[in-house]
C-alpha cells in the first residue's frame, strides 16, 4: 500500500518540471519568481519542501559560523537544493555559475532575467540607500559610491552570476574571458532575456513550459526622484558606463539573441 502511494506521488510529481530562478538583485525578480510559480504550479507547493528560496537569514549565519563569504553560503545551499531529488522550484539572489550549472542543467531549467546594467546598477543603489531592512544598507552619496568596492561589486554582477570568476578585481583582469564564459553558461539556460525586452521573454518561457504567465509589478523603487537625478548628471552617468563595461557586453549580447534575424 505504502509503495503504492508512492509511485502515485511520484507519478504525479513527474509532470511538473525543475525550475531554478536565477534572481538577479532590481531585475524585477521578485514579481518574475511569483509568476513563474503560479504559471507551473499548484499555489500549496509554496507550504511543501517542494518549492524553496534560498534563505537570507541562513546563508548569513553560515557565513558568520563558518568564515565564508555569504555567496559561498548561498552557492552551497543552491547545490543542496539542486540535488534534492523531490526539490520543484528554487529561487533566490544566488549565482548560477558554470560548475553549477554544468552539473545540473540536464535535470533543471535555469530561468533568468537581465536589466540594463545601468539601470539596474542605479536601481540597487537608490534601494539600498532607502530600503527599512539593515542588510546592505549604506548612507553614501553617489559620487563616494561610486568610488567603492560595493560599485565595482554591483558593477560586475552579471559576470560574478555567470561567469567562472566571483571577485570584481578578476572580473576587470580578466574581462574577455568573463564575458565569454558568462555567455557561454547562459546558453545552457532554458530561457534568458532582459527586461527591457519582458514580452519576448514572456513568449519564450510560454513557449518552452506551455504554459501561460501573468506578471505584476512589485518591489519597487523606494525613490525614485533620486534616481531621476542621477541619470540627469552626465559625469555620474557616464562612470556608471565606466564601471558597467564587462555586464554591459554581456547583457548586449544577449539583447542581440532576442534580435530579429534579418
Known amino acids: 500500500m505504502q509503495s503504492s502511494l508512492k509511485l502515485r506521488a511520484e507519478n504525479y510529481l513527474s509532470r511538473y518540471p525543475k525550475v531554478f530562478f536565477c534572481h538577479i538583485p532590481k531585475c524585477a525578480g521578485v514579481s518574475l519568481s511569483n509568476a513563474i510559480h503560479a504559471s507551473l504550479y499548484p499555489t500549496l507547493f509554496k507550504a511543501t519542501r517542494l518549492s524553496s528560496n534560498i534563505d537570507l537569514v541562513g546563508s548569513k549565519v553560515s557565513s558568520e559560523l563558518l568564515e565564508i563569504d555569504m555567496t559561498v553560503a548561498r552557492e552551497v545551499q543552491l547545490a543542496f537544493y539542486l540535488s534534492d531529488r523531490h526539490k520543484k ?10 560548475t553549477i550549472v554544468n552539473k545540473f542543467h540536464g535535470d533543471w531549467n535555469f530561468v533568468t532575467v537581465l ?18 531592512s ?12 561610486l568610488d567603492s568596492p560595493f560599485a565595482k561589486h554591483s558593477a560586475t554582477t552579471y559576470a560574478r552570476y555567470f561567469s567562472k570568476f566571483n571577485d570584481a578585481s578578476e572580473i576587470f583582469s580578466n574581462q574577455e574571458e568573463a564575458i565569454a564564459s ?44 533620486l534616481s531621476k537625478e542621477l541619470y540627469k548628471n552626465e559625469s555620474i552617468v557616464r562612470k556608471i558606463e ?21
Open 182 to 225: 558568462s555567455l557561454e553558461n547562459l546558453k545552457k539556460f532554458s530561457v534568458v532575456g532582459t527586461l527591457e525586452n519582458l514580452k519576448q521573454w514572456q513568449c519564450k518561457f510560454n513557449s518552452f513550459f506551455n504554459t501561460n504567465i501573468k506578471i505584476e509589478n512589485k518591489n519597487s523603487s523606494p525613490n525614485k526622484d
Open 115 to 132: 536589466r540594463d546594467p545601468n539601470k539596474r546598477f542605479v536601481s540597487e543603489f537608490v534601494y539600498n540607500k532607502f530600503k527599512d
Open 242 to 262: 565606466e564601471l558597467n563595461v564587462v555586464d554591459k557586453a554581456i547583457y548586449e549580447a544577449v539583447l542581440e539573441w532576442d534580435a530579429p534575424s534579418r
Open 89 to 98: 522550484f528554487v529561487t533566490g539572489h544566488c549565482p548560477a555559475r558554470p
Open 134 to 145: 539593515d542588510w546592505g544598507r549604506h548612507d553614501d552619496s553617489i559620487e563616494n559610491y
